[in-house]
């Protein structure tokens, strides 16, 4: 079995571990969680991290515990958050959940049989039995409320570095995954916490827990990863539409599959050893062989690829590829309307105007209207008018001018008008009855 933490290291994915913490997980199999915040029915690439950690961890011979914060969720993490979330009801919690559970089945067979298979948990489960007296006795007096307060977390809201201070509901929140911890070393004997840097404090509060509510010399131990982000210092995971989510219903395939494709050589030299399980020395050459030729874009196919199947498939990542070659090649209306309208959709989606009503194709409203006043695709008449002029607009892909009439023969799979500007600008204009 490979060595964990060394998988880990080589990857540039640890970021803070506790002294012993590699000496355990050599030593023999070991078990350890990860929590998953239910704020959504889905998880995005942000939460990629983790469950690739779990997934190594699983593949190293140990045992993988994978938390779904039921309770937790009722809070709110302030780890890294300026401000208080606002708290969910019981019944869209419930679906966050169950959401998340069915997203990670996908990765971890928690059915298996063997010793180190998969499990996994919500910490509900446990949470709803405490009354509030019960809890502030047996878990609240073990933590000091100065241990508490010298947290990075805890003190820059205090200090209003970040946000406006902090509630009590806030507070409490390490303690309850502290309590967390403790529940799983006494049931699972789990022995190790992972998660991100944010998590440090709120880890080694659970490290604590459990050394400070089982008798003495009880072990627990702490990691972490470094929180990723792009070469540019902006936030990772998000494109323009939003935030790049694991179910094809949120993100389609071939969405997700470009988000890969279209990372920076710097970004993608990192991601491929964080993102994917290729070995040091297939990686180590893919890097040196995208030195030499940049411009084919080796290590963002690949590690597009990788991703892409790890999470959804490999007939998926076959159709997203089908898709791509289509948008680079010299395509015209027939061979649209020769895919299905899923296929159009899915490429174009994201390039959807304000629709317009069927009305105005069978009145012979102006085009240069339509472009502009109705659509938005030109912010004025004068830039419509300019852009016709210079016979830079197509109509699905045919080149037209001021004098064109647009009408329903213009229509693809009987919804649709595909607006080309220039070389790369598409927009698609809805039209309804």
């Given at each position: 079995m490979k060595n964990f933490v060394e998988e880990l290291r080589w990857r540039g994915m640890i970021h803070d571990i506790m002294p012993g913490t590699e000496e355990q997980l050599s030593k023999e199999v070991t078990t350890a969680y990860i929590g998953f915040d239910p704020t959504s029915d889905s998880l995005h690439i942000g939460s990629l991290v983790p469950i690739i950690i779990l997934v190594h961890l699983h593949k190293c011979g140990h045992k993988p515990i994978a938390l779904v914060g039921g309770a937790t969720g009722m809070i709110g993490d302030p780890s890294g958050k300026s401000d208080e979330r606002n708290l969910l009801d019981e019944?869209?919690?419930?679906k966050n959940v169950e959401g998340i559970k069915r997203v990670l089945s996908r990765f971890l067979d928690f059915d298996?049989?063997?010793?180190?298979?998969?499990?996994?948990?919500?910490?509900?489960?446990?949470?709803?039995?405490?009354?509030?007296?019960?809890?502030?006795?047996?878990?609240?007096?073990?933590?000091?409320?100065?241990?508490?307060?010298?947290?990075?977390?805890?003190?820059?809201?205090?200090?209003?570095?970040?946000?406006?201070?902090?509630?009590?509901?806030?507070?409490?929140?390490?303690?309850?995954?502290?309590y967390d911890f403790y529940h799983l070393h006494k049931h699972y004997n789990c022995m190790l916490q992972l998660g991100g840097s944010d998590q440090w404090g709120n880890i080694t509060t659970g490290t604590e827990l459990v050394r400070r509510m089982n008798d003495e010399g009880a072990k627990a131990y702490a990691m972490t990863t470094p929180l990723i982000t792009k070469a540019d210092g902006s936030k990772f995971g998000k494109s323009e539409g939003?935030?790049?989510?694991?179910?094809?219903?949120?993100?389609?395939?071939?969405?997700?599959?470009?988000?890969?494709?279209n990372t920076s050589d710097a970004d993608a030299e990192k991601y491929i050893k964080i993102f994917t399980f290729l070995e040091q020395a297939e990686i180590e050459?893919?890097?040196?062989?995208?030195?030499?030729?940049?411009?084919?874009?080796?290590?963002?196919?690949?590690?597009?690829?990788?991703?892409?199947?790890?999470?959804?498939s490999q007939e998926a990542f076959e159709d997203a590829v089908k898709k791509a070659e289509f948008v680079f090649s010299n395509y015209d209306r027939a061979a649209i309307e020769a895919e299905n309208e899923e296929f159009f959709t899915d490429i174009f989606g994201e390039f959807f105007t304000a629709p317009i009503k069927k009305s105005v194709l069978t009145e012979g409203e102006d085009i240069v209207v339509v472009l502009s006043?109705?659509?938005?695709?030109?912010?004025?008449?004068?830039?419509?008018?300019?852009?016709?002029?210079?016979?830079?607009?197509?109509?699905?892909?045919v080149k037209v001018d001021e004098t064109y009439g647009l009408s329903t023969a213009d229509l693809l799979f009987d919804k649709y008008i595909l607006v080309s500007f220039g070389k790369k600008k598409n927009f698609v204009v809805p039209v309804e009855d």
């Open positions: 019944e869209a919690l419930n298996a049989k063997e010793e180190n298979a998969p499990v996994l948990v919500n910490n509900y489960d446990w949470m709803k039995e405490f009354s509030f007296i019960g809890f502030v006795r047996d878990v609240g007096k073990r933590i000091t409320v100065n241990y508490m307060m010298a947290k990075d977390s805890v003190k820059k809201r205090l200090t209003g570095e970040a946000g406006s201070g902090m509630s009590f509901t806030e507070f409490t929140y390490q303690l309850i995954q502290g939003g935030n790049i989510w694991l179910d094809a219903d949120k993100t389609s395939v071939y969405k997700f599959y470009q988000f890969w494709l050459q893919l890097i040196e062989e995208h030195k030499q030729a940049p411009h084919l874009r080796a290590l963002q196919k690949k590690l597009a690829q990788e991703v892409t199947v790890f999470v959804h006043d109705l659509t938005g695709i030109f912010p004025s008449r004068k830039e419509a008018r300019k852009s016709l002029a210079a016979n830079a607009v197509a109509i699905n892909k």
